[in-house]
């Protein structure tokens, strides 16, 4: 019995713990903002439109965490950070969470005073080149000058693949990778690599010719893209990872933008329930409204629905989901229990 009792204790007092908001919520609450660091120059991810709206799978992801935490997408303010000052601007503080196209690598998660909380796009390294270039695999390279961003992790991989076949390149870096795809598109290179969705917003929205352009079939590596926070704050950790698991449960689940009040209403199923908040009150762990996984699938709809918006058929881009379907399509992505 005092076992029990004791066990009981040290639940009740870990919940109450939980519940105390950490440094970075503190911050966020008072300025009234999520500061989101992005990419800014990649379609699909992060990148302005004419009239200086941001568009995107990181952008939606961020507005999903300033629903959560503050109960409009609105209340974000994107910060374009670039490959060699994005983990500094998050360690710093100078942004709340890094959401840019950034792949979880153990190295990045262990020593930079950051931490994941979750994949929220897999893809792998791509080579785009000229179809007039009659270079078709990623072998007859040989010899190519190549544009690569500085900083990211898809020059070393193609410097592994052709330095395994002896095969020689000269690169060239830019800091951004707007910059790299100028350089690409003017002629200083022969072939640009990124990751291959990057390359494929990239031929599909930010070039005017996309038929002159060939992204090689070989995928160099198998990248998971995944916001990430600074250490230290347990907090806001949990609440930016289970946002990601939200938007993904809700997927799995049925949930949509347009149906989920209903679904709230009328749910039956107590694990339905408590991810809705019209049961277990759950967000009691998260310092939350109850009701915050309705509001964030509300305005900024499921992982399915965000996916779409910005790389589904009715896009330029046009990319098939692929491993970015959930689990239950034959995905990669599922969401964490809520209980």
């Known amino acids: 019995m005092m076992r029990r009792l004791l066990a009981a204790a040290a639940l009740v007092a870990g919940l109450s713990a939980a519940a105390q908001a950490g440094p970075v919520l503190d911050r966020v609450r008072a300025n009234n903002t999520v500061r989101c660091g992005v990419g800014g120059s990649v379609a699909g991810f992060s990148l302005p439109d004419g009239r200086g709206e941001w ?72 080579v785009m080149v000229r179809r007039a270039s009659n270079v078709t695999r990623m072998d007859q390279l040989g010899g190519a000058t190549i544009c690569a961003s500085q ?33 690409f598109l003017a002629g200083r290179c022969d072939a640009v690599t990124a990751g291959a969705a990057d390359l494929a917003g990239a031929i599909s929205v930010q070039v005017t010719n996309p038929q002159d352009f060939l992204v090689l079939p070989e995928v160099l590596s198998r990248d998971p893209y995944g916001p990430a926070v600074a250490r230290g704050d347990m907090e806001w950790f949990s609440i930016a990872r289970w946002t990601l698991f939200a938007l993904i449960e809700a997927e799995e689940r049925g949930l949509t933008r347009a149906n989920v009040r209903q679904m709230a209403a009328s749910a039956t199923d107590p694990a339905l329930k408590r991810l809705l908040g019209t049961e277990d009150n759950l967000r009691g762990m998260l310092t939350l409204q109850r009701d915050w996984v309705i509001r964030v699938i509300e305005h900024v709809g499921n992982y399915g629905e965000i996916y779409d918006r910005n790389f589904g058929p009715e896009t330029p881009i046009n990319l098939g989901r692929g491993q970015n379907h959930v689990v239950s399509r034959g995905g990669l992505h599922y969401g964490m229990p809520f209980r």
């Not at 568009?55 to 409009?72: E, I, N, P, S």
């Open 151 to 183: 900083g990211g992790s898809n020059l070393p991989e193609v410097t592994d693949f052709l330095r395994a076949r002896n095969l020689s390149f000269t690169p060239i870096t830019f800091d951004r990778f707007a910059a790299v795809l100028e350089g």
């Open 55 to 126: 568009h995107g799978l990181d952008v939606d992801y961020c507005r999903a965490v300033a629903t959560a935490v503050l109960g409009d997408p609105r209340r974000v303010t994107f910060v374009p950070v670039t490959l060699q000052t994005r983990f500094t601007a998050l360690s710093s503080g100078e942004v709340d969470v890094l959401a840019r196209d950034t792949v979880w690598t153990m190295s990045r998660d262990v020593s930079l005073g950051i931490v994941f909380v979750g994949t929220s796009f897999y893809t792998g390294t791509g």
